[in-house]
T-cell receptor, first 115, second 114 residues
Framework: AQSVTQLGSHVSVSEGALVLLRCNYS??????LFWYVQYPNQGLQLLLK??????LVKGINGFEAEFKKSETSFHLTKPSAHMSDAAEYFC?????????????FGTGTKLQVIP | SAVISQKPSRDICQRGTSLTIQCQVD?????MFWYRQQPGQSLTLIAT?????????ESGFVIDKFPISRPNLTFSTLTVSNMSPEDSSIYLC???????????FGPGTRLTVL
């Protein structure tokens, strides 16, 4: 069974500082991995996804994530935080390439950016 | 990516009543999904709706409480029946798209039950 663990329900960074949001997954087969962002009072927006191509994945808004199989991790980073990055971020995994993709979400990490 | 709209965007309802949430997609899709996001929590899949067949419900969710319709390839509804305050959540629909079968989400329906 697939699962996702996000370390830290709340993360605070200063504007301009590095953003690091942690995600570890469990999957019995090579997974698809996703990061979604949810701004206040909005739905989820896809930031980036890993689908067994390049292990370093670049997404929107300057975010990127690196798939590390040995560590079963898919941490999200951004070199310099912006005030507009304040939101909740969800890591998700799917390990069912056949049929429909049943996606399992992590519990989310709320990012606060301090001016 | 698909453009997904939901109606209503939010509602406040009385205990014991029912609310039907609509989800409209701008393109034809095979699979549509309904999620619940309870306050301060992550997303939980309620059911998967395939056009022309009965919805498939996840453990803990039943058709009598959350009936779903899928009349065509661009539209689905989720009804929250006999509501209680515990049903206060954001309800999101999503569709699967692209070669990698990524899920794209609607803006959600914020439901408050008094």
């Amino acid at each position: 069974a697939q699962s996702v663990t996000q370390l830290g329900s709340h993360v605070s960074v200063s504007e301009g500082a590095l953003v690091l949001l942690r995600c570890n997954y469990s999957s019995s087969v090579p997974p698809y991995l996703f990061w979604y962002v949810q701004y206040p009072n909005q739905g989820l927006q896809l930031l980036l996804k890993y689908t067994s191509a390049a292990t370093l994945v670049k997404g929107i808004n300057g975010f990127e994530a690196e798939f590390k199989k040995s560590e079963t991790s898919f941490h999200l980073t951004k070199p310099s935080a912006h005030m507009s990055d304040a939101a909740e971020y969800f890591c998700a995994v799917s390990d069912q390439p056949g049929g429909y993709q049943k996606v399992t979400f992590g519990t989310g990490t709320k990012l606060q950016v301090i001016p | 990516s698909a453009v997904i709209s939901q109606k209503p965007s939010r509602d406040i309802c009385q205990r014991g009543t029912s609310l039907t949430i609509q989800c409209q997609v701008d393109s034809q899709v095979t699979m549509m999904f309904w999620y619940r996001q309870q306050p301060g929590q992550s997303l939980t899949l309620i059911a998967t709706a395939n056009q022309g067949s009965e919805a498939t419900y996840e453990s803990g969710f039943v058709i009598d409480k959350f009936p779903i319709s899928r009349p065509n390839l661009t539209f689905s509804t989720l009804t929250v029946s006999n509501m209680s305050p515990e049903d206060s959540s954001i309800y999101l629909c999503s569709v699967e798209g692209g070669v990698t079968r990524t899920q794209f989400f609607g803006p959600g329906t914020r439901l408050t039950v008094l």
